[in-house]
């Protein structure tokens, strides 16, 4: 059993506690300890009186001071609201044109944006809009759907291949996998679209793809390839795509066919925080 004792070598009282042969000597609280500690209690005193503290079945002690952290959020959002109630309103109805002569409603648009691109759409397009493979990059200035300010926001709005009953819509066929052409005509078309691209091909195969680009292709990607914003059909002469540029990449397009879908946001944002989002992304990729 532990027993209290004085130390021997500095002559103070033990608590009795002993672990190991080490005792636990009985010094007093430190005055600087227990003037903190019982002033802590005070001010916790003060603050159930003049705060909210309590925790009761059904409310609170609401505290003499009526504090409240949901109102004064509230009161926040309504002075937000107010400021920028008038740059809003003016950013609805405002042209591209107005919008550049205007630095401080230019930079209001991009402010708003540049929020709401980062917190909804950066998880696809990436950090800044450069996109991935699968997703589009909105800094290259190339547009499936047009680049102009209104196109982009209205492919904001509607989404695409989106449940939106005015959604852009287009369909790449899957030509393999639903056996619209055999294994060989998708091999040929592919080193066909290669060929577009202004990279080396088989020659004899682009020949040999030549009439099925023709019957099959043409009426969305054109004559030349280069496609269609009309439709939402790729370019497929220049160097960016969204799938990949290696022959893999091409010929998995052809032979599966796949289509993406991008969300409307319509129901999310309303038309002033759409438009501002249609300018930020006008503006970073150089839109048309």
Same mark, same amino acid.
């Given at each position: ?12 009282e033990?608590? !009795? ?7 636990? $000597?009985? *010094?007093?609280?430190?005055r600087?300890w $227990?003037?903190?500690f ?6 916790? +005193? #003060?603050?159930?009186?003049?705060m ?5 079945v ?6 003499? $001071?009526g504090?409240?952290d949901r109102a004064?959020? &509230?009161v926040a959002l309504?002075?937000?609201?107010t @400021?920028?109630?008038? %740059? ?5 109805t +405002?042209?591209?044109?107005e ?5 401080e ?6 402010? &708003?944006? =540049?929020?709401?691109?980062?917190d909804?759409?950066?998880t ?8 991935? /493979?699968?997703?589009a *990059?909105?800094?290259d200035?190339?547009? @499936? ?8 926001r209205?492919?904001?709005?509607v989404?695409i291949r ?8 287009? =369909?790449?066929p899957?030509f393999?996998?639903?056996?619209m052409?055999? +294994?060989?005509?998708?091999s040929?078309?592919?080193e066909? #679209?290669?060929?577009l691209s202004g ?5 004899a195969a ?7 680009? %023709?019957?099959?292709? #043409?009426?969305?990607?054109g ?7 009309k =439709? ?5 002469t220049?160097q960016?795509? @969204?799938y !990949?540029?290696?022959? +893999?990449?091409?010929?998995?397009q052809?032979?599966n !066919?796949r289509?993406?879908v991008?969300?409307s ?7 002033e925080? $759409? /438009?501002?989002l249609? #300018?930020?992304?006008?503006a *970073?990729?150089?839109?048309?």
């Amino acid at each position: 059993m532990s027993k209290r004792e004085a130390d021997e070598v500095t002559g103070v009282e033990t608590t !009795g506690h002993e672990w190991d042969g080490i005792r636990e $000597l009985d *010094n007093p609280l430190p005055r600087w300890w $227990l003037y903190m500690f019982w002033a802590g209690i005070a001010v916790a +005193a #003060v603050y159930w009186v003049l705060m909210p503290a309590w925790p009761g079945v059904r409310s609170y002690t609401q505290g003499v $001071l009526g504090q409240s952290d949901r109102a004064d959020v &509230v009161v926040a959002l309504n002075d937000l609201k107010t @400021l920028r109630g008038e %740059q809003a309103a003016r950013l609805k109805t +405002a042209s591209l044109e107005e919008i550049e002569r205007d630095p401080e409603l230019q930079a209001y648009a991009q402010q &708003v944006g =540049q929020s709401v691109f980062g917190d909804n759409c950066a998880t696809c397009h990436g950090t800044g809009g450069v996109g991935t /493979k699968g997703y589009a *990059n909105l800094r290259d200035d190339v547009w @499936l759907w047009g680049g102009s300010l209104e196109d982009i926001r209205h492919t904001i709005e509607v989404g695409i291949r989106a449940d939106h009953p005015q959604t852009r819509f287009s =369909q790449m066929p899957a030509f393999g996998r639903d056996q619209m052409l055999t +294994a060989a005509e998708v091999s040929d078309l592919t080193e066909y #679209v290669v060929a577009l691209s202004g990279r080396p091909a088989n020659a004899a195969a682009v020949r040999r793809a030549a009439p099925i680009y %023709q019957t099959q292709c #043409v009426a969305c990607h054109g004559p030349t390839g280069t496609g269609d914003q009309k =439709q939402g059909a790729p370019n497929l002469t220049d160097q960016e795509w @969204l799938y !990949g540029s290696a022959r +893999a990449d091409i010929h998995a397009q052809i032979w599966n !066919g796949r289509n993406g879908v991008m969300p409307s946001w319509k129901a999310r944002f309303d038309p002033e925080t $759409l /438009k501002a989002l249609a #300018v930020y992304i006008h503006a *970073n990729a150089g839109g048309q």
